[in-house]
């Protein structure tokens, strides 16, 4: 017979204030299924008290000695220019047990194994997993704790996936439980919040106006003596909930005081909440700084031990895990197969789509009862800006650490970043592209003479390739688009043109991106990627391939030197302002950069051999195939579209001259050279403080900032293992063959000569500028070579049409 459960009046709203704090946590914890219940509307909170016997000593509660007496230099500091303070140090380390994340490589349960995880308290769930839980405590067994955690998912009824629910409850519950206890014992220990003064988990009741208890506040520490209630958020986001009820016990409490303490640097957002809620206490109380923030950065360390059989392990730039061809590992050793690490989380934890990020972070928000969340939620990551900046522990036998570097999300609650995983492949891709690959077959070729050379097959069937070539005829379209005499720059750069007849005159161009300088620094041994920019090239070039209408200009040696200096002081920094920050490209600075951490690869193996060595000129890539949606991209369709924007024309611009307004219509990648300078360890230090520590701390933490920016640095690599055998890889990341590439390779290019009908592109040698110092040091003398060749030919051919006026 069903039940319904009826409150007293007087207590249903602190039913209501507390459910999703309380109820939610313990549901979704241990799987009771929720009770109706009948609520009855109460009046809002208008008062507020202590609780009578309230909280328990910081220093005990945290395993501290009680101390006597409460140290004279014991508080978290205040600002004496206003109610905020932000710390100056460098971020610190607090950790926190996370042992469930260790079984984050668990499958959803087969009919069998639901079967056994049901077997102990058959036809009770709940005393079930508990039993199952005494058992995995007792033994300390995985394939027990394995049990235990099938049997939790069991009792919830299974309304959830099973990875689904692994992640967003049984995690986040265990993060919620661990990581805001982790940081409140490393405050207490940092600010000696120690002594009879100070109390941890200090609960204020609150009242309606007839008296009756609505509901609960709970403070993370209470200082007795100054009478302050403290707040502690790792992710340093007040919750707005939470605010409104410090309201009432502001108005109600006028000697208390309060303050909010983050590990992350606040957003404007977040300290006006701050702002805004001192302004009015002190304005009733007519006295300042009622309200304070604190800024201390900390990054959070999840402990968690991986056991193989049980743990998730990746194949991003896992070189033992690498499959197909010459990149068959089957005999590799299992430490070398697999990576694990904070990066790994949280590409896989991001949406697949803006939707469904949406839907994990409001999740997120939802579930997130003591504010554990890394900064932002899971959709605090701009996965667009992800780039890897740091690879080391090459050993043999040790495969590789590696580090990424993303932005935050300026908002992300209404815009949440999304598509971490495809972002985390590509790179992972593309450093293993330039790695099997010899750089002979690193270039791409739009020539509108040339549609049979347009790229290598093999180059063609990956990725890193793919978007060399979407890059170079994107540039094309930038830097037209920069000439619109609607635009101030391309207004100005019409009227700066040479003319002939009175018309503007330029040649038909070819534009191709190549590296600048990229700032590097070899140390301990890795390297630290520290600043990749492109460079924009241009140079007059004739074709045989008529572009439309008929030709402006037939410009001599003077005018093709007077237009090209007009083109490289005025359209070409533009464009390259865009190579290097636009959107459109993030995928080609992202490939870039992997390919600069390929180069280290292969000298550090040329003088002792690492895991990576039967990858390297192994001329095959099977194994980092054109991935979806991309699978069925064409090179050749490419370059047909190419050709026809070149014959037809995109852009048509009214063009003011001596005749009147004259319409004209106007229709690539070279890394030949990657040269890079090894900075100096003093510069090093100077520019990149606290990087190296930031770097090592990313390969443990999920949310780690660099200093008080809004740069977050995420890694990962081989983890130390326990246990088990080895894992079988995550079927989405296969890497499984794909049919043998039949096309010959192509012949080498000869170097173009400007200006030159069907001028061939020259794919690059082994060899670079050398741009260092004259001791060289690592990537001084000899680094990476041709990350793409002859971006081909820019040349949607400049041609006039003539106006309807002439």
């Not at 995985?142 to 967003?168: C, H, Q, S, V």
């Not at 951490?597 to 195939?625: C, G, H, L, M």
């Not at 050279?673 to 090093?684: A, D, L």
């Not at 890694?715 to 246990?723: E, N």
Request: net charge positive; charged share 30%; glycine share 8%.
């Amino acid at each position: 017979m069903n039940r319904v459960l009826r409150i007293p009046p007087r207590w249903r709203l602190a039913v209501r204030l507390t459910a999703a704090a309380g109820l939610a946590a313990a549901v979704t914890l241990t799987g009771l299924p929720g009770i109706p219940v009948d609520v009855a509307s109460a009046g809002p909170a208008v008062s507020a008290k202590l609780k009578p016997n309230t909280g328990k000593r910081c220093d005990v509660r945290n395993g501290l000695p009680a101390a006597a007496r409460t140290p004279a230099k014991s508080g978290l500091p205040n600002d004496p220019a206003g109610n905020f303070h932000k710390a100056g140090e460098d971020p610190k380390n607090f950790e926190f047990d996370l042992p469930g994340q260790a079984y984050d490589g668990l499958a959803s349960p087969t009919a069998d194994e639901e079967k056994k995880a049901l077997s102990k308290v058959p036809g009770d769930t709940e005393a079930n997993y508990r039993e199952w839980r005494k058992v995995a405590d007792a033994s300390g067994k995985p394939a027990d704790r394995a049990m235990e955690i099938y049997a939790r998912w069991l009792n919830t009824g299974k309304k959830r996936e099973f990875k689904d629910w692994f992640d967003k409850i049984y995690i986040r519950n265990q993060t919620n439980l661990n990581k805001g206890a982790g940081f409140e014992a490393q405050l207490v220990r940092d600010y000696k919040l120690i002594g009879p003064d100070w109390l941890c988990e200090v609960y204020v009741e609150l009242f309606d106006a007839e008296g009756n208890k609505v509901g609960e506040r709970r403070y993370d520490a209470y200082n007795r003596r100054t009478k302050e209630f403290n707040e502690f958020k790792s992710n340093s986001r007040p919750e707005k909930p939470q605010l409104e009820k410090d309201r009432v016990v502001a108005r109600s409490m006028r000697d208390h005081t309060f303050r909010y303490t983050g590990a992350k640097k606040f957003t404007a957002t977040q300290q006006k909440l701050i702002d805004d809620f001192n302004r009015d206490v002190s304005a009733e109380r007519g006295r300042t700084n009622q309200v304070r923030g604190n800024q201390r950065l900390y990054n959070p360390v999840g402990k968690t031990t991986p056991i193989r059989g049980y743990s998730d392990y990746q194949r991003w730039f896992a070189p033992g895990c690498q499959t197909g061809g010459t990149q068959a590992m089957a005999a590799a050793s299992a430490s070398t197969c697999g990576t694990r690490g904070p990066a790994n989380q949280r590409a896989l934890s991001s949406g697949r789509t803006l939707e469904e990020a949406k839907r994990f972070q409001a999740e997120a928000r939802r579930l997130d009862t003591r504010g554990t969340l890394p900064r932002g939620g899971p959709g605090g990551i701009d996965f667009t800006t992800l780039e890897l900046r740091y690879v080391g522990g090459l050993a043999k036998g040790q495969g590789m650490r590696y580090s990424m570097r993303a932005d935050q999300m300026p908002d992300p609650d209404e815009n949440p970043g999304w598509g971490g995983e495809a972002k985390m492949q590509l790179a992972s891709d593309a450093m293993f592209t330039w790695l099997a690959l010899t750089p002979d077959k690193f270039w791409v070729n739009l020539n509108p003479d040339e549609p049979n050379r347009v790229m290598d097959a093999k180059f063609a069937s990956t990725d890193a390739g793919r978007v060399l070539l979407e890059a170079d005829l994107q540039m094309k379209h930038d830097f037209y688009k920069a000439m619109d005499p609607k635009t101030d720059l391309g207004k100005r750069y019409w009227a700066a043109l040479p003319k002939q007849n009175g018309r503007p005159c330029m040649p038909g161009l070819r534009n191709w991106i190549e590296p600048k300088p990229a700032q590097v620094r070899e140390e301990d041994g890795g390297i630290y990627i520290l600043d990749t920019p492109l460079a924009l090239k241009s140079t007059a070039q004739k074709t045989l391939t008529h572009g439309p209408g008929e030709p402006i200009c037939d410009p001599g040696p003077a005018e093709i030197k007077a237009a090209q200096a007009v083109i490289d002081s005025m359209i070409v920094p533009a464009v390259e302002k865009t190579i290097n920050t636009a959107p459109q490209y993030a995928d080609l600075r992202r490939v870039y950069t992997s390919r600069v951490a390929a180069e280290y690869i292969r000298q550090q193996d040329a003088k002792k051999p690492t895991d990576f060595r039967p990858i390297i000129n192994s001329d095959d890539v099977r194994a980092w195939p054109l991935r979806a949606p991309n699978q069925k991209w064409d090179k050749d369709e490419l370059f047909r579209k190419y050709r026809k924007i070149f014959i037809d024309g995109e852009f048509t611009y009214d063009v003011d001259t001596a005749h009147g307004v004259q319409v004209y219509i106007v229709g690539g990648v070279d890394f030949s050279k990657q040269p890079k300078r090894n900075i100096s360890r003093t510069q090093f230090t100077t520019q990149n403080r606290d990087l190296d520590r930031t770097t090592d701390t990313s390969r443990k933490s999920d949310d780690t900032s660099y200093r008080d920016t809004d740069t977050l640095y995420l890694g990962g690599g081989r983890a130390t293992d326990t246990g088990g055998d080895t894992p079988t890889p995550n079927p989405t990341h296969t890497g499984k063959p794909g049919p043998t590439p039949t096309d010959k390779p192509t012949s080498t290019p000869s170097k173009p000569a400007p200006g030159e009908p069907g001028a061939k592109p020259n794919p690059p040698g082994g060899n670079l500028a050398h741009t260092g110092s004259d001791t060289p040091v690592g990537l001084i003398a000899s680094t990476a070579a041709a990350l793409a060749a002859a971006g081909g030919v820019l040349v949607w051919r400049m041609r006039r049409r003539r106006s309807a006026a002439e």
